[in-house]
């Protein structure tokens, strides 16, 4: 195996860890859940905001964007409620709106924080002072679109034309998600450059399946139109997958750039440096056992194999398929919890486990 193919093994192997590690398929579902009850006040905010600078052209431009950049079920509940809501709201009724708005913000903040494991404390107001500068960011790349939407009124009938849509979706995703994963992640040294890769895979990745998903629906037998009950359901099918992307893509630029603790590897884009490695054999070795654990995790996370040496013989087995490293905690005052390991395979039969995370070291 070359040098570069064992490389880019590596990388891809410690991104799948990340991956398993931070759970990322179950806070999908939680974002999901935000998303959902978080878009249609954003999107009546942006109709406010578009019908208070370009009028009726504008607000028509605004429907046909949501209708392109939805699956049909969602852009059908979502223009419709559009369609039937006022923009002439007071003060307090856009101030809840942005409320409603903001969440969605909040809720990726607080993931970005754990996928990276930042240090720094990200408190409440830090989360409304990104999610605000991110919304108002959004806010400004989706006018722009429907800005230029309402103005070259590019057609969707060639080939041409649906493909420059694709591309200029891509464009204003990556635009739109740039800030979010320079600042969500609260990392004070970090630089624009180790944004792009996670950007990259997240705004084509939306693009692409958005296209996959419109078209089995516009050509699946089984898709029901006109009920309400399935298009909310399809809405939330949409909203988890693309969830699951856009972590994906986090947690793409935390392995890129070094800067998870579950992963150990040559950075790719900036990011933290690779840590030492561990004594040899003859050298004396860490005696603290969380240390050594947490190296242990790091290395399981690109490793392929292992060895257990119990009294002089040796055992090598798969790398298992989850590791966990808890630090526990003692109702007695100034005595440690102890350190605990749990590693997990997937037989045939069933979860084979050595440790237990919860007991004491």
Avoid: C, K
């Avoid at 060639?158 to 990556?174: D, N």
């Avoid at 290395?299 to 798969?318: I, N």
């Avoid at 997990?344 to 050595?354: H, I, K, L, Y």
Wanted: glycine share 6%.
């Amino acid at each position: 195996m070359s040098q570069r193919t064992d490389r880019t093994v590596t990388v891809l192997r410690a991104i799948l860890h990340e991956i398993r590690v931070e759970r990322i398929t179950f806070m999908a579902g939680s974002i999901a859940y935000h998303a959902f009850v978080s878009l249609l006040p954003l999107l009546l905010v942006l109709l406010a905001a578009v019908s208070a600078v370009g009028g009726q052209q504008l607000e028509e431009a605004l429907l046909s964007v949501t209708q392109a950049a939805f699956t049909p079920g969602a852009a059908e509940v979502l223009v419709s409620e559009l369609d039937n809501a006022s923009v002439e709201a007071s003060a307090l009724g856009i101030a809840v709106l942005v409320w409603g708005a903001l969440r969605i913000f909040r809720s990726l903040d607080a993931a970005f924080s754990d996928i990276y494991e930042t240090e720094s404390e990200n408190t409440v107001t830090n989360q409304f002072v990104d999610a605000i500068l991110v919304f108002v960011s959004i806010a400004a790349v989706v006018v722009a679109v429907i800005a230029i939407e309402s103005v070259l009124s590019p057609s969707t009938a060639t080939t041409f034309g649906w493909i420059a849509q694709r591309i200029g979706l891509v464009v204003a995703i990556a635009a739109a998600l740039a800030p979010m994963y320079y600042l969500f992640p609260d990392e004070p040294d970090m630089t624009v450059r180790e944004v792009v890769p996670g950007v990259a895979v997240t705004a084509v990745g939306l693009v692409v399946f958005e296209s996959l998903f419109r078209f089995y629906l516009e050509y699946s037998s089984t898709a029901a139109e006109g009920q309400f009950l399935s298009s909310i359901l399809v809405f939330l099918t949409w909203l988890y997958f693309s969830s699951l992307l856009l972590l994906v893509g986090v947690a793409v630029n935390a392995v890129l750039s070094n800067r998870s603790r579950d992963v150990n590897i040559e950075p790719v884009i900036g990011g933290v440096p690779l840590e030492e490695s561990p004594p040899d054999a003859g050298e004396e070795a860490t005696v603290d056992p969380a240390v050594a654990l947490e190296r242990l995790e790091r290395q399981l996370s690109t490793a392929s194999t292992m060895t257990f040496v119990v009294d002089g013989e040796s055992v090598t087995v798969p790398v298992p398929d989850r590791v966990e490293v808890t630090a526990g905690s003692s109702v007695l005052p100034a005595i440690d919890g102890g350190t605990g390991i749990e590693l997990r395979w997937s037989t045939a039969d069933g979860e084979f486990v050595v440790g237990d995370a919860d007991s004491e070291s």
